[in-house]
């Protein structure tokens, strides 16, 4: 029961490289959304997917790129990191549109830019 | 622009007592509430939802009550534990684009023994 799975779950960037953070899910969900947490914000929407191959933008989606492949991977992308991307980013899917469907998340990956 | 607001930032209770966290949100379209809660270094997991149509929702040890007339959610725990020590987040869904949760800043939970 793996549920969402984020790696890494650590990095540490320097100013201006690129990494990519993967999330994946074996709930066969159709919705899947990326989030960043960071101190006294909660948790803010970066973009999210309503199936593979679609992607839209979220509240925070500046500086952020993503894509959805396969169903069961969602994929953000930073293509120069600056230091306000130092945040702790999560991952959720849910199983459909639904306002009383819950959004399953990961662990997070802790992203510290320097 | 907040439309979900968690004005406590912190709780501190004794272990055996009613917690009681509270949540405002502004967007009259939210049709359904969700509280999730947070242990440090793992993501957040789903506790209890409610439907605006409804005013109370019960789970075990942990109700949620809507007033929809003052725009405002309140999740009780009873009795409260040290394991319900944690960061719990208030969520909207609905408001229009309704597969995206807006959420509150969260409230520290400490339950003391």
């Known amino acids: 029961n793996a549920g969402v799975t984020q790696t890494p779950k650590f990095r540490v960037l320097k100013t201006g490289q690129s990494m990519t953070l993967l999330c994946a899910q074996d709930?066969?969900?159709?919705?899947m959304y990326w989030y960043r947490q960071d101190p006294g914000m909660g948790l803010r929407l970066i973009h999210y997917?309503?199936?593979?191959?679609?992607?839209a933008k979220g509240e925070v989606p500046d500086g952020y790129n993503v894509s959805r492949l396969k169903k069961q991977n969602f994929l953000l992308g930073l293509e120069s990191a600056a230091p306000s991307q130092t945040s702790v980013y999560f991952c959720?899917?849910?199983?459909?549109?639904?306002?009383?469907?819950?959004?399953?998340f990961g662990d997070g990956t802790r992203l510290s830019i320097l | 622009d907040q439309q979900v607001k968690q004005n406590s930032p912190s709780l501190s209770v004794q272990e055996g007592r009613i917690s009681i966290l509270n949540c405002d949100y502004t967007?009259?379209?939210?049709?359904?509430f969700l509280w999730y809660k947070k242990y440090p270094a793992e993501g957040p997991t789903f506790l209890i939802s409610?439907?605006?149509?409804?005013d109370k929702n019960e789970d075990g040890r942990f109700t949620v009550f809507l007033n929809k007339s003052a725009k405002h959610l309140s999740l009780h725990i009873v009795p409260s534990q040290p394991g319900d020590s944690a960061v719990y987040f208030c969520?909207?869904?609905?408001?229009?684009?309704?597969?995206?949760?807006?959420f509150g800043k969260g409230t520290l939970l400490t339950v003391n023994p």
């Open positions: 959720a899917s849910s199983y459909s549109r639904g306002s009383n469907q819950p959004q399953h």
């Open positions: 709930m066969n969900h159709e919705y």
């Open positions: 997917s309503v199936g593979e191959g679609t992607t």
């Open positions: 967007n009259s379209m939210f049709d359904y």
């Open positions: 409610i439907s605006s149509i409804k």
């Open positions: 969520a909207a869904n609905g408001g229009g684009s309704n597969y995206k949760l807006t």
